[in-house]
């Protein structure tokens, strides 16, 4: 008798799956929308800029053609940067967001918590006292990021501890790393200073083809990844305890989330530098579209990618000079940041 009770009605499983059904509609199209964005932004960079080529002309290149002017332009200047800003546009968003959404709180951002900023630390040191070359200094940030990721972890998970624990172990290692990054460019040599200044603010300026293939290779290798781990972040947002009730492995889990996400940021990080409040911003606008259906993982990566590109096609053309992605992606993230630590202080949260 209590089993027939218990069971739903066949009208209540038919509104169970209707609803599921719309939000599942619901994801699909915002994140077609979202990819429809990020192409259109991808072509315009290609074709617009001091000299516009249409449509033919950039389709020419790409398929290989021989395009009087076009063929230099867009194939060996705008192709590489566009490539590296759509990749390393989804690794700061996809990467950004899972940190976001485990730790159910918005200020979990690598780029907050000190990540990229140890990447930012390693690479100077590499540039300035070791004398490295580009690709030896890309592989020393990313054994950075990794190292400040692990580092974060065991200090703020011994003995236990929380996600608001963690950031303010991470804020404070950033807030180190940034001090180790001022002091090495302040005694660098001149001729060091370019090669620097990329893991300051992050740049597309000097984008190549060596740069963009790794972060491509990454993208196309750890994406998925993370994408497969997208049900268990899922579970881990409704807490560790409720995790752990329906039989995840919360610690095994989490591990294997930061060790993909961070190997997707330190991928960007070497391609373009730091580019400031890419992973911070991504995912509150993801979810903030997608309301409480779905995963972001995939809609936060798209809005990270349109975020580089046209934060990085203002950069070029929108002011006077020519000003690296990182200055414009800081001056939208820096009143975000702001507005999310005066809401932390009167209800004392900022969940995702």
């Given amino acids: 008798m209590s089993s027939v009770l218990l069971s ?4 209540a499983r038919t509104s169970v799956v209707a609803g599921r059904q719309r939000r599942r509609r619901k994801w699909v199209l915002i994140t077609g929308i979202l990819t429809l964005l990020v192409v259109a932004a991808f072509s315009l960079s290609l074709m617009l800029g001091q000299t516009a080529y249409s449509p033919v002309q950039v389709w020419g290149v790409l398929t290989g053609q021989r395009v009087p002017g076009a063929s230099f332009t867009v194939g060996e200047l705008r192709l590489p940067r566009a490539v590296t800003g759509l990749f390393t546009g989804l690794c700061f968003g996809m990467g950004g967001v899972v940190f976001q959404s ?3 709180n918005a200020l979990a951002s690598p780029d907050v918590i000190g990540i990229n900023t140890g990447a930012s630390a390693a690479a100077v040191i590499g540039i300035v006292v070791l004398g490295l070359g580009e690709t ?6 990313m054994a950075a990021a990794l190292a400040a990721a692990l580092a974060i972890y065991l200090l703020a998970y011994r003995n236990g501890g929380s996600g608001a624990r963690l950031i303010l172990v991470g804020i404070g290692v950033a807030a180190m790393c940034q001090a180790v990054v001022s002091y090495v460019i302040a005694r660098a040599a001149e001729y060091d ?11 597309l300026n000097d984008a190549t083809w060596d740069r963009a293939l790794p972060v491509t290779v990454a993208v196309l290798l750890l994406g998925p990844v993370v994408l497969a781990l997208s049900g268990r972040l899922e579970i881990l947002r409704m807490g560790d305890e409720t995790a752990a009730a329906v039989g ?3 610690e ?3 591990v294997l989330l930061i060790v993909a ?3 997707l940021l330190a991928f960007g990080t070497a391609a373009a530098g730091p580019i400031a409040f890419v992973s911070f911003l991504a995912g509150p606008i993801a979810v903030r579209l997608l309301g409480p259906i779905g995963s972001p993982i995939l809609p936060a990566g798209l809005i990270g990618a349109l975020l580089v590109l046209v934060a990085d096609f203002c950069g070029q053309y929108a002011f006077g000079t020519r000003l690296p992605v990182g200055v414009i992606t800081g001056v939208l993230g820096a009143p975000y940041l702001i507005y999310l630590l005066v809401r932390s202080s009167r209800s004392g949260g900022t969940s995702l």
């Fill in 136 to 141: 030896a200094v890309s592989f020393l940030a």
């Fill in 102 to 104: 485990m730790l159910r």
């Fill in 261 to 263: 996400a961070v190997g």
């Fill in 248 to 250: 995840l492995p919360v």
């Fill in 193 to 203: 200073l370019p090669a620097a200044m990329r893991w300051i603010t992050g740049n």
């Fill in 8 to 11: 739903p009605s066949p009208a």
């Fill in 252 to 254: 095994r889990s989490r």
